[in-house]
């Protein structure tokens, strides 16, 4: 069996915005783009997969089309372990992190969903299955900057079932009055996007250890100032949670070692795929640190991470960021019911695509 064409995909999705103005890098944010694969194989199956864009998604396209899959062209998709570190040993001068590895992270994804699609398995089975039927999401506010638009939006998620929070805010005040707006008992997480220094963190940790937080998510910049990390979590009472800008296996390991996280989120579209993903679950489990995965995605990201979350012998929650799109090829289908994600149970990853959709969507 061969791989006969690798096609990278970018879509703009827009976002359905109601009044609140959501930011992002300093700018309103109207909109997301997403760079998806899909590896079409000579049985005629196609395989989709997705890689970290961002504001970097020129970059993570064009390794997909240029470096990554003249590589995999005429491979045999089966063996994914074999291509995978083919692709690891040819390119780590400059795949350890970054677009080379978010391009890979993508093939890997879409080489499990064509593996779960030939087997005729959901990718949790394929993965070694799963007593449950759902997993509890988390509602991944969307950062406004300003408490009316944050309760609105925290109080409109509640009512929708979800029975976890996420805020993306680092302004003591406006995180106070969401606690208050929440009642004492949801927990309520803390994302800082990398916000602070070191003294100004452990400052903002004392401020907010009265709120009963979950975590406090990269509260440093840089994300790797993984001594600052260890020495945040010696001194705050707060959980501290990072890892989406961890970019492989082997920087985990050395985070676990120094006991610089109390949660860790690695991001399925960035460090390596499924199979990176699945090590780093096992990673952890042997530091007992519990792993929450990054997955604020709408396609196969989020489905890749579902599948992993349900294999996992330890309860997880989901990254679900809270907002909808005007057109979204994936469709409604990855909305939680009652805070809960339904596990996919369609063949692969469960669900593909709207080609008409992603043709309109389409911007390269
Ligand atoms: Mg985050």
Request: net charge negative; charged share 25%.
């Given at each position: 069996m061969k791989i006969t064409h690798i096609e990278a995909i970018l879509i703009r999705m827009a976002l359905k915005l109601d009044g609140a103005q959501p930011m992002a890098s300093g700018e309103v944010k109207r909109d997301t783009y997403t760079v998806m694969v899909r590896v079409d194989t000579d049985d005629g199956l196609s395989g989709f997969g997705e890689a970290f864009a961002n504001t970097g998604w020129m970059a993570t396209h064009a390794a997909i089309k240029h470096v990554i899959a003249p590589r995999c062209i005429g491979r045999d998709p089966t063996q994914i372990p074999d291509l995978m570190h083919s692709l690891y040993r040819g390119l780590f001068n400059c795949g350890r992190s970054g677009p080379i590895v978010f391009a890979m992270s993508a093939i890997d994804i879409a080489l499990w969903d064509l593996a779960g699609k030939r087997a005729g398995l959901p990718l949790y089975r394929m993965l070694g299955g799963s007593a449950r039927s759902s997993i509890p999401a988390y509602a991944s506010l969307l950062r406004y900057g300003e408490s009316a638009a944050v309760n609105q939006h925290l109080r409109q998620a509640l009512d929708r079932g979800y029975r976890l929070i996420k805020l993306h805010e680092s302004n003591p005040d406006i995180i106070r009055a969401a606690r208050r707006e929440a009642g004492p008992d949801v927990p309520i997480m803390v994302d800082c996007v990398c916000a602070w220094q070191l003294e100004e963190a452990i400052a903002m940790s004392r401020r907010l250890a009265d709120l009963n937080l979950t975590w406090i998510e990269e509260p440093l910049y840089p994300p790797d100032d993984h001594a600052g990390l260890v020495r945040l979590r010696s001194v705050s009472s707060i959980p501290v949670a990072a890892g989406e800008n961890v970019s492989n296996l082997f920087e985990f390991k050395r985070l676990f070692e120094a006991g610089a996280l109390s949660y860790a989120q690695p991001s399925v579209t960035k460090v390596g795929g499924i199979s990176e993903l699945r090590k780093i679950f096992a990673l952890a489990e042997s530091f007992a640190v519990p792993v929450v995965p990054h997955s604020p995605y709408f396609g196969p990201g989020f489905l890749a991470s579902v599948h992993v979350c349900a294999a996992s012998t330890r309860q997880t929650?989901?990254?679900?960021?809270?907002?909808?799109?005007?057109?979204?090829?994936?469709?409604?289908?990855?909305?939680?019911?009652?805070?809960?994600?339904?596990?996919?149970?369609?063949?692969g990853l469960g669900l593909d695509p709207d080609m008409q959709l992603v043709e309109k969507l389409r911007v390269a």
């Open positions: 929650w989901i990254e679900r960021s809270y907002c909808a799109f005007e057109d979204n090829p994936f469709g409604d289908a990855m909305h939680p019911k009652n805070g809960e994600i339904m596990i996919p149970q369609g063949s």
